[in-house]
T-cell receptor
Framework: LAKTTQPISMDSYEGQEVNITCSHN???????ITWYQQFPSQGPRFIIQ???TKVTNEVASLFIPADRKSSTLSLPRVSLSDTAVYYC?????????????FGTGTRLQVTL | DGGITQSPKYLFRKEGQNVTLSCEQN?????MYWYRQDPGQGLRLIYY???????QKGDIAEGYSVSREKKESFPLTVTSAQKNPTAFYLC??????????????FGPGTRLTVT
């Protein structure tokens, strides 16, 4: 089981770039890395997913080093509305869904 | 509009009663999931289903039961055997079993309070 470790919380000012790192030392060959965002009393929302190197979409970038033992979610120029909890998941769709464990996530607070 | 609906948003029950939480999706997804979230905590997987008439236990299935008679529906019953049922319950679905390539789409959640 690929356990993940993230910082409990982070603070940022509006307009700054935020980088949230997730450690997953036991990542398996078939595992992908997925990040979700959750606002209070709502279901999580998919942000980005990757396997290696770099993935970029309209809201974020995901950096994965060659050894894949960690990954970094990068949010460019955050705004107040980016205040949320961010979860890193590591798993594959082979076998069972028992790897779908959301840790406590990283609580990002954005202020003016 | 395509999506996942959960009802009701808030649910109150007395201890010892079974209660069923509804989850419906019109995304034509094969896989569906139930998670539990306690205050300040992450999500824990209760049950999941990859296909109609099949479901598997997740990490914390004790005291819960599910059924998957239709592709679009995956109701969760919280039984009286669940020792601490008060929590925020989230239903999700994905095209295939989540992980590689398949993102999960979550419903708005049901907050269950048992007194």
């Amino acid at each position: 089981l690929a356990k993940t470790t993230q910082p409990i919380s982070m603070d940022s000012y509006e307009g700054q770039e935020v980088n949230i790192t997730c450690s997953h030392n036991n990542i398996a060959t078939n595992d992908y890395i997925t990040w979700y965002q959750q606002f209070p009393s709502q279901g999580p929302r998919f942000i980005i997913q990757g396997y290696k190197t770099k993935v970029t979409n309209e809201v974020a970038s995901l950096f994965i080093p060659a050894d894949r033992k960690s990954s970094t979610l990068s949010l460019p120029r955050v705004s107040l509305s980016d205040t949320a909890v961010y979860y890193c998941l590591v798993g594959s769709n082979t076998g069972t869904a028992s790897k779908l464990t959301f840790g406590t996530g990283t609580r990002l607070q954005v202020t003016l | 509009d395509g999506g996942i609906t959960q009802s009701p948003k808030y649910l109150f029950r007395k201890e010892g009663q079974n209660v069923t939480l509804s989850c419906e999706q019109n995304l034509n997804h094969d896989a569906m999931y139930w998670y539990r979230q306690d205050p300040g905590q992450g999500l824990r997987l209760i049950y999941y289903s990859q296909i109609v008439n099949d479901f598997q236990k997740g990490d914390i299935a004790e005291g819960y039961s599910v059924s998957r008679e239709k592709k679009e529906s995956f109701p969760l019953t919280v039984t009286s055997a669940q020792k601490n049922p008060t929590a925020f319950y989230l239903c999700a679905s994905s095209v295939g079993l989540a992980g590689a390539s398949y993102e999960q789409y979550f419903g708005p959640g049901t907050r269950l309070t048992v007194t």
